[in-house]
């Protein structure tokens, strides 16, 4: 690589193009600006992309995992298992709807859920599984549902749709994982449930907002599941704005005291031009990803691999991972990538080593393989906006401050 100016290269600003403003624009001068028309028709276009039946498009993927949870049934006396190695979303809808977060480590060298450490969690007050789909890259939801069979006896179901499953239930948070793939199956088609996030820094951005959608082989009533959601996302009210607009249906009910948290037309005219573009954006993803690798893996740096035989990340992160630094190590490179004009990040911070965490009792020291994941990671840029020169820059300087840091110069 040859010495390149500095530049200024933020970590993942949104993909917005004319196309997405003119929609906003003309969802404002509609006249119709919360959920409506566009939301619907994202709607059935986030179902079709997937490749289900239905979808339901909310304020954030963290709304759908909580939603999911309670249209489940789930509550106090039972528990759900998650990642230690995820953001907080993940855990922390498990404490809204009162139920014991049992969080897992991950596997040595892996950013997913060690599966025999998976089984030895699970109990008969176990109702839901959340893996992670960390980077965009799904996880091996076939072995996991091979843990899930095994414990089948032990399960203990709480209400008539647990009784159709028969089985503790899978949740996917693939907040990072639209449009990924894994076995020939689409991210949304493997997972019994799962949630997508549209927020600003996605792949797919509605500013805020995200999406859960639901196999179609599990023999659920779809309009009634659809349903569920829209009344928990509407104050459990019976109908929504555009149906109450209709001449003379002004009344409704309060089927029970729900939550606030729908997706307006204004976001939703976002995601539709987002989604028409979405297959040239992942593509691009796709060969950002190479161009770092080329640079990078014969350098000593270590990534998480995006794409085999069995799987195709969505391409939503670029997990760097520096062999054998410290912690502190490791921040001093991203300082040093800052002074060089490269924004970066870390993702993630175990939940133990967070104090809300701690508070409820967990503790890092419980997961070494977590921390041993956390301490030497570095994300690096990963978004369309991003020139084959910049690439090029970032893994230069990269190779500069690891050097450095390492004192190999």
């Known amino acids: 690589m040859n010495d390149l100016e500095t530049r200024n290269i933020t970590f993942s600003p949104p993909d917005i193009t004319d196309l997405e ?15 409506g028309p566009r939301t619907k028709l ?4 986030i179902a079709e992309y997937v490749g289900v039946n239905k979808a339901a498009c909310l304020n954030s993927a963290t709304a759908g995992m909580e939603l999911t949870l309670r249209i489940l049934g789930v509550g106090p006396g039972d528990e759900v298992i998650t990642s230690a190695y995820t953001y907080t979303a993940s855990a922390s809808i498990i404490d809204h709807v009162g139920v014991k977060i049992v969080l897992v480590d991950v596997a040595a060298d892996s950013f997913e859920m060690d599966l025999a450490k998976l089984e030895s969690a699970i ?11 960390i980077a965009g890259k799904m996880c091996d939801y076939d072995e ?12 203990k179901s709480g209400n008539n749709l647990q009784n159709k499953f028969g089985r503790i239930i899978v949740l996917a ?32 951005t509605t500013a805020e907002g995200g999406a859960v959608v ?44 729900g939550y606030k948290c729908n997706m307006t037309d204004i976001l939703a005219s976002i995601g539709l031009v987002q989604l028409s573009r979405y297959g040239t954006l992942l593509k691009r993803r796709s060969n950002l990803i190479e161009m770092y690798d080329k640079y990078l893996l014969p350098n000593g740096v270590d990534s998480l691999m995006h794409f085999s035989e069995d799987f195709h990340s969505s391409g939503h992160l670029y997990l760097a991972r520096i062999p054998n630094i410290s912690e502190s190590q490791r921040n001093q490179i991203i300082t040093i990538m800052a002074e060089q004009g490269v924004a970066t990040n870390v993702h993630y911070k175990p939940l133990p080593m967070f104090t809300a965490y701690k508070k409820l009792g967990f503790e890092i020291s419980e997961y070494p393989n977590s921390y041993n994941q956390y301490k030497n990671e570095i994300t690096l840029p990963l978004h369309t906006l ?3 020169e910049d ?19």
């Not at 008969?124 to 789909?133: A, G, L, N, Q, S």
């Not at 549902?145 to 089948?152: D, G, S």
């Not at 493997?190 to 600003?200: K, R, W």
């Open 386 to 388: 991003l020139s084959d």
């Open 214 to 257: 639901w196999r179609n082989d599990l023999g659920l009533d779809d309009q009634e599941i659809y349903s569920q959601f829209m009344l928990y996302s509407l104050h459990g009210q019976s109908k929504d704005a555009l149906s109450k607009a209709q001449k003379g249906s002004w009344e409704y009910d309060i089927v029970y005291p």
């Open 391 to 409: 690439v090029e820059y970032i893994s230069q300087k990269l190779i500069e401050a690891v050097r450095t840091v390492t004192n190999l110069v």
């Open 123 to 133: 109990t008969e007050r176990t109702k839901v599984i959340i893996p992670v789909d």
């Open 144 to 155: 996991i549902y091979k843990v899930i069979e095994k414990k089948k006896n032990i399960f």
């Open 173 to 204: 948070d693939s907040a990072h994982g639209f449009g990924a793939k894994y076995k020939g199956r689409n991210s949304g088609q493997v997972a019994d449930f799962t949630c997508f996030s549209f927020h600003a820094v996605k792949n797919l």
């Open 42 to 45: 994202f709607e059935t276009k």
């Open 21 to 35: 403003i003119e929609e906003v624009a003309s969802a404002l001068k509609s006249g119709w600006i919360t959920t």
